[in-house]
């Protein structure tokens, strides 16, 4: 793709950057760091698939995760960081699509896009140190089948809202439990270096969740957190996708900045589960 430079400065504008991101093929172009300026907006339609090429393309088939006392094993640990690194890269063209297709009016809608920019340079980052653990195991990115679940929700993320209730406060939120427990199973198998690497992603983590709840909470008007975060998911998401293993109560109090939304996810049950249940 052409790159168009503005005119005073040598940023990238942003639409281009994610652009580039979304709809380049390779590795590298996922990973694009280039300073940006925020000027214009134009129509963009999402595309159902993000450019993927080669080893990047996504697969029909599945791969079972490793049970976690089989996580020491050198070919089980490179299934379980290359299943991060696929989370990391569909984090990266959803956040990339999200720059192109929300409104950019307000002063507001900018600032909002900046917070995505932001996020989206960390799973760059998280993305880099997956695949560069990866290869010190004599693996690599796309050595095992790669899945598009989080990709085919972007289709139902019409609006800022929808995006930060799915992306920030349920597969991020999510993801601190999980980004924690993995860490300690690591450091349990005397794996530190992918310790520390997930350490680095929780870091990150409880900040992608506190912006998605700072800009609902600026949305919610009158409603509380929760039953706007509720009246939003969109079908067949439900809270409970918001909690990972070892649910950790305080550091999801701690990202989201609401008890009363904290307490409420606690006590959720998941109709699904319970119709089974009662099967
Ligand atoms: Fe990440
Ligand atoms: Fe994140």
């Known amino acids: 793709m052409q790159h168009r430079l503005s005119e005073n400065t040598d940023k990238l504008s942003y639409q ?71 989370h990391e890269l569909l984090a990266i063209e959803m956040m990339a699509t999200a720059l192109l297709i929300y409104p950019h009016e307000t002063e507001d809608d900018v600032r909002f896009k900046k917070g995505i920019l932001t996020a989206l340079r960390d799973e760059q980052k998280h993305l880099s140190l997956y695949v560069g653990r990866l290869r010190e195991l004599d693996f690599d990115f796309g050595d095992f089948p790669l899945n598009d679940y989080f990709w085919r929700q ?19 939120a999510a993801n601190l439990d999980f980004a924690q427990y993995y860490a300690r199973i690591f450091r349990e198998s005397g794996d530190l270096q992918t310790a520390e690497i997930l350490d680095t992603v929780l870091a990150d983590e409880v900040a992608h969740v506190a912006f998605g709840a700072h800009w609902m909470k600026k949305w919610k008007q009158d409603a509380d957190l929760w039953t706007y975060y509720q009246s939003i998911l969109p079908w067949p998401l439900t809270p409970a996708r918001s909690r990972g293993i070892d649910f950790d109560v305080d550091l999801h109090r701690r990202a989201v900045g609401d008890d009363s939304f904290v307490k409420s996810l606690v006590a959720f049950e998941d109709p699904f589960k319970v119709t089974k249940r009662t099967r």
């Not at 698939?49 to 976690?68: D, V």
């Not at 972007?154 to 991020?172: C, I």
Request: overall charge positive; charged content about 25%.
């Open 16 to 86: 281009d950057f994610a652009r580039s991101i979304l709809e380049g093929e390779t590795l590298e172009s996922k990973l694009l760091a280039a300073p940006v300026h925020w000027e214009g907006w134009s129509p963009y339609e999402i595309p159902r698939h993000p450019g993927r090429k080669g080893r990047l393309a996504f697969s029909e088939k599945q791969i079972k995760f490793p049970k976690a006392h089989h996580l020491s094993g050198r070919e089980n640990k490179a299934i379980a960081l290359h299943s991060f690194a696929n």
């Open 154 to 172: 972007m289709e139902k993320l019409t609006t800022p809202a929808a995006y930060t209730a799915v992306m920030a406060l349920t597969f991020e």
